[in-house]
């Protein structure tokens, strides 16, 4: 199994930035993909990016392209997810998640590790 541990949010002014960490544990050389989702108590869990683990092509939600940028450092285990120009409706918990499956599913059904999240709040 593979444990993840996300951390790196916070409360920022609308516009702001914002980085999220996600580091991985255990059988790390059984991951395909790395993704990120988010969700409220309004909607449903929400697909933001997910970033291939061999080859580091990265799909991103049209909602949040040109803002965020994800990132893999594979020595250390650790997926980044640089949040620019945030806005209020970005505020969720964001929770990154592994896949040993597909390699650019959109599906949270696609993903079987979750870390335990992280709060962003985004006023304006």
């Known amino acids: 199994q593979v444990q993840l541990v996300e951390s790196g949010g916070g409360s920022v002014q609308a516009g702001g930035s914002l980085r999220l960490s996600c580091i991985a544990s255990g059988r790390t050389f059984s991951i395909v993909s790395m993704g990120w989702f988010r969700q409220t108590p309004e909607k449903e869990r929400e697909f933001v990016t997910t970033i291939n683990w061999a080859n580091g092509i990265r799909f991103y939600a049209d909602s949040v392209k040109g803002r965020f940028t994800v990132s893999l450092d594979k020595a250390k285990n650790t997926v980044w997810l640089q949040m620019n120009a945030l806005k209020p409706e970005d505020t969720a918990i964001y929770y990154c998640?592994?896949?040993?499956?597909?390699?650019?599913?959109?599906?949270?059904?696609?993903?079987?590790?979750w870390g335990q999240g992280t709060q962003v709040t985004v006023s304006s």
């Open positions: 998640a592994v896949s040993l499956t597909s390699s650019y599913s959109r599906s949270a059904a696609n993903f079987g590790s």
